[in-house]
C-alpha cells in the first residue's frame, strides 16, 4: 500500500490553490478594479492579514489566477491542435476549443459583456504574455503545414499573428454589439461562423492547389 505524505507545502498549495478559486470567482462577478483583498479574505472567511502569509498583495494573486489560467488555456489549445487532419482541419478545431473554453470560464460565474470587457483591459498585459504563447503555437502548425507541402511557402508568424487577431477583433465586435448583458449561446454560435469563414478565406489564399 502506498502511503502520500501530507507536507506543509501540500496543505499550503490547497490553501493556495483555495484563494486562487475565490479571486477568480470575484473577480468575474465584480471586476478587477472593484475586488479587494478584504472580499477575497471576507469570501474564505479569514482575516486579511492571513492572505500575506501566501501573496504579498491583490496583484500577486491575480498574476497567479491568470498563470493557472494560461497553462490550463494553451493545454486545451494544445490538444486542439494536435489531433489528425489537414492544417485547415487543426486550425478550425483550435478555435472551437477556443471558443469551448470561454463558454466554460464564463457561463458558471453569469459574466456579463461589460465585466468580460472589463477584465481584459485590466489585465492587458497579462493577455498580451498568453497571445504571444499562443502564436508560438499556431506558427508551428502552420510550419508544419507548410513542410507537408499543404501550404505555400508564407511567414507562419504572420498567418497565426493575423488568424489570432481577426478572431479576437470579431469576438470582441460582436459582445460589444450583443443585445443582452449576458452573452448568449446564439452570440458565441455568430462569432464561430463568422471566424470560421475568415480562416476559410485565409485558408484559400495561402494553401496549394
Known sequence: MIIIKTT???IADRKKGIILDVTKKLIVQYGY??????????????????????????EDIIYEVMM????????????????????????????RAKENYLKESISPFDLTVSQFIEIKKSIKDIFKNIECDEKQILAEVISNGIKKNELKKCSKDRVAETIINISEAIRLKEF???????????DFD????????????????????
Do not use: P, W
Open 176 to 186: 460589444h454589439n450583443s443585445e443582452t448583458q449576458r452573452m448568449k449561446e446564439s
Open 8 to 10: 506543509k507545502v501540500n
Open 68 to 95: 493557472r489560467e494560461k497553462s490550463l488555456y494553451l493545454k486545451c489549445i494544445k490538444e486542439a491542435l494536435e489531433i489528425e487532419g489537414s492544417t485547415l482541419y487543426k486550425v478550425l478545431s483550435y478555435e
Open 33 to 58: 478594479a472593484k475586488t479587494t483583498l478584504d472580499d477575497i479574505a471576507g469570501a474564505l472567511g479569514i482575516k486579511k492579514s492571513s492572505l500575506y502569509y501566501y501573496y504579498k498583495n491583490k
Open 190 to 209: 455568430k462569432v464561430r461562423k463568422q471566424i470560421e469563414e475568415i480562416i476559410n478565406l485565409i485558408f484559400d489564399g495561402i494553401k496549394k492547389q
